[in-house]
């Protein structure tokens, strides 16, 4: 009997013996955390551009402007209300011009005696110089004298004179009324270019002036409306110096609304401006909505997301038609005898694998080979770490 139960609990310690150097093993396996390789795939005209940079911002129009006054007085008229289409040239609002019309009336008078006295120049001169001629042919016949052959000269180059005093006086008087054409003009408000009124800063009875009134800003300075081209809106954004270097121009981009979190608006970057601020270490930027709708309005908080530019697809990264991009996060690259390494996590244990990879996205990184979607990668991978090695997944 005691050798049948040395002989019963020997086998068992044999059985359990791997099971139990298993399970130790496993135990002392390195814990580490893991990602999986994601994958973009798109339809023949859809797009698979990788994220390069994400920033925020406000909806914009590129063409706007604060509408003033050229000369101040109280709005007799105004045409226009928030929504407003209005048109280049179009007359938005009128200023009281009641004494100016009467100075308009008075230069067109002035106008018409002048014109008079013209004509009545004209007349005397014509009689003058034919007076003049008279005496010079009695002169030629010796029955006047030279006395009068002077005098009745004169007299013709002193209505002559006359007549070109009257001249300038019409031209003089013509020119007050331009003048005043002009002042009456200047009370007219005229749209500078097509646009929406987006904001209406004044009502009917307000006194105005270029310059502004007290309670306005010194901005407005007499702005009577807002007018904004919606049909070419963008977003105002900044960038870190330390990220600009990723854009260049043209860079097609994602555009989306805080508004509408479900509608994505395609966009370009248009301008990078050339000077930087160098309190905040950001440069702004301006990116074109090339599809806004009647949801995108001006002001709106909006955040873009970069995109590479568009490339041709190697054949190898296309499967039935559609184009496939795999992503794994930049933490799980390693570098081995300048090899790009990503190691794999197969049945428990840790597998090395050697990747082409391709740019570089936020905080992702393409690979254009060694790695298939849904496999999961290490995340920091332990320097220790060696191939068919067993391993621990944090949370598992």
């Not at 909006?302 to 054949?315: D, L």
């Amino acid at each position: 009997m005691p050798w049948a139960v040395l002989i019963a609990v020997v086998g068992a310690g044999a059985a359990a013996y791997p099971t139990a150097r298993a399970y130790v093993a496993e135990r002392r396996a390195p814990e580490v955390e893991v990602a999986h390789a994601t994958q973009i795939v798109a339809s023949p005209g859809g797009s698979t551009a990788l994220p390069v940079l994400v920033a925020s911002g406000y909806v914009v129009a590129r063409h706007s402007s604060d509408v003033g006054v050229k000369t101040g007085g109280r709005l007799a008229r105004i045409r226009f209300e928030e929504g407003t289409r209005v048109r280049k040239g179009e007359v938005m609002a009128e200023i009281e011009h009641a004494d100016i019309e009467a100075q308009l009336e008075a230069a067109r008078r002035a106008v018409a005696e002048a014109e008079a006295q013209l004509a009545q120049a004209t007349a005397a001169r014509d009689e003058d110089v034919r007076n003049w001629e008279r005496q010079r042919q009695l002169m030629k016949d010796g029955i006047t004298t030279a006395a009068s052959l002077t005098g009745a000269e004169s007299a013709a180059a002193v209505s002559a004179a006359r007549v070109k005093s009257a001249e300038a006086a019409i031209a003089s008087a013509q020119a007050r009324v331009v003048v005043t054409e002009e002042a009456i003009e200047n009370t007219n408000v005229r749209a500078p270019f097509d646009g929406v009124v987006i904001k209406k800063r004044a009502e009917v009875g307000e006194t105005v002036s270029p310059f502004g009134v007290q309670g306005q800003s010194s901005r407005e300075g007499g702005a009577i409306a807002t007018i904004a081209d919606l049909g070419e809106l963008e977003v105002q954004t900044e960038v870190s110096e330390n990220t600009v270097a990723k854009l260049m121009p043209s860079m097609p981009a994602e555009v989306k609304l805080q508004a509408y979190q479900d509608q994505t608006y395609q966009g370009k970057l248009r301008q990078i401006f050339p000077s930087a601020d160098r309190a905040k270490a950001i440069v702004e930027v301006r990116v074109s909505i090339l599809n806004p709708d009647v949801h995108v309005k001006p002001e709106m908080t909006a955040s873009v997301t970069f995109q590479e530019p568009k490339q041709n697809t190697p054949p190898s990264q296309r499967t039935s038609g559609t184009e496939v991009k795999i992503l794994v996060p930049k933490r799980a690259v390693t570098e081995q005898r300048a090899d790009k390494i990503v190691w794999i996590v197969t049945s428990g244990t840790s597998v090395r694998r050697v990747v082409t990879l391709g740019a570089e996205r936020l905080d992702q990184v393409e690979v254009k080979s060694g790695v298939v979607p849904g496999e999961t990668v290490i995340l920091n991978p332990p320097a220790t770490l060696v191939d068919r090695a067993l391993v621990r997944v944090k949370g598992s």
